[in-house]
């Protein structure tokens, strides 16, 4: 997957600029607060539908503006893709080929790519949400079923937690297990498809971990809970789970269990990286799962993403930078710095300098 050009609109501080890309390494460098991030994200936001950075859309919207626009062209196995958004105060507008996109889903899988920035060092140090997130969002790019099953199982569990909440027992009782006909079915496609990614993620984050770190440490990475079976099997036994903690359930007034409760356990040298790991064992752990991440988007899509790289290069040390860069090699990848000559190492490079959200030549 190439990105050959970037269009910003009124986006962040972005008025009115066209971002050319070359097909290996792009340094996008500059001082500080002068948009690197801002095309990041736009990058990303193409990629996805969202933001990782703005909980609301509008926020993406220049001041003093009513409208953000941001496009690109790409070349992927499959051919050419034009993503279009348009993004406004009281909603959006996207386009793929000229084609509107009506729901998310419908973004996801044409423009792939792995984003790493400082902020996700929370996959690590952060609670089991983060690291949801994660997954969540690696295989909806992957897999639009997986999206589509997310959005309905989240939806019904609203439903289900809502219902939890009401006084008249004989109806909870009654319409519970209603729900969790439906929610275990979700749930089950959920939970298949993220043991399966952490079991080809594992292997290769841990190869790259002990690359890093030139075999001192040793990085392991499994599911909080074992799902073994089939779809079908997963559903039984989410069901059954279910109903044997009704009680459980309205006491609390809200599910205590699911997928949407699970957690990934990930290890260095067997202990707890959580909880022990220092900010350079954090940093290197965080690194070789999202460079992972890169590796199996290319065993499971045929082709490698576009990776984003935001201000990570001033977290790493000169050995560790030299190595990232190595990675790199293959694949377009985005990297935004505060100085170009300090990550390109004689490699070849295309470089962008922005200037007070400006692409100057």
């Known amino acids: 997957m190439r990105i050959k050009n970037l ?3 009124n986006f962040r501080n972005y008025a009115d600029e066209r971002i050319e890309f070359s097909d290996g390494l792009n340094v996008i460098y500059g001082r500080n607060a002068q948009g690197k991030t801002n095309c990041a994200e736009a990058v990303y936001y193409l990629c996805t539908g969202t933001s990782p950075r703005a909980r609301r859309d509008k926020q993406l919207i220049r001041r003093g503006e009513d409208y953000a626009e941001i496009s690109a062209c790409a070349e992927g196995r499959y051919g050419a893709v034009e993503i279009y958004a348009k993004i406004t105060e009281n909603g ?3 386009r793929v080929n000229g084609n509107k996109i009506a729901r998310n889903a419908d973004i996801l899988g044409n423009l792939y790519s792995v984003f790493f920035s400082p902020q996700e060092l929370r ?6 949400e983060e690291r949801r997130r994660f997954l969540n969002v690696s295989i909806s790019q992957l897999s639009r079923p997986y999206y589509i ?3 309905r199982y989240n939806r019904i569990l609203e439903q289900r937690n809502n219902l939890l909440k009401d006084k008249n027992l004989n109806t909870v009782f009654e319409l519970l297990p209603v729900w969790d006909s439906e929610l275990s079915k979700y749930a089950a496609t959920i939970a298949r498809r993220r043991a399966d990614f952490i079991e ?3 292997p290769v984050a841990a190869e790259i971990h002990s690359a890093l770190t030139e075999g001192a440490e040793r990085l392991e990475i499994r599911p909080e809970k074992k799902y073994k079976g089939s779809e079908e099997e997963l559903k039984e036994r989410i069901y ?14 809200f599910t205590a269990s699911g997928p949407h409760r699970d957690d990934v356990e990930i290890e260095i040298d067997g202990a707890d990286a ?4 220092s900010q350079g064992q954090t940093r290197t752990a965080a690194l070789s799962v999202k ?3 890169v590796e199996i988007f290319k065993r499971l899509s045929g082709e490698y993403p576009v990776l984003v790289l935001d201000d990570v290069m001033s977290e790493l040390d000169l050995p560790r930078r030299k190595k990232l860069v190595s990675y790199t090699q293959g694949l377009q990848t985005v990297l935004t710095c505060t100085h170009a000559e300090r990550v390109l190492y004689g490699l070849e490079t295309h470089k962008i300098r922005i200037e007070g959200g400006k692409v100057k030549k």
Do not use: C, M, V
């Not at 959580?274 to 790991?277: F, L, N, R």
């Open 7 to 9: 269009n910003l609109k």
């Open 149 to 151: 099953a997310l959005i």
């Open 291 to 293: 460079l992972a991440e």
């Open 123 to 128: 996959l690590i140090q952060d609670g089991p």
């Open 92 to 94: 959006r507008e996207i």
């Open 274 to 277: 959580k909880s022990y790991a």
């Open 240 to 253: 059954t789970e279910l109903s044997e903690n009704y009680e459980r359930d309205i006491r609390l007034g």
């Open 200 to 202: 080809q993620l594992a």
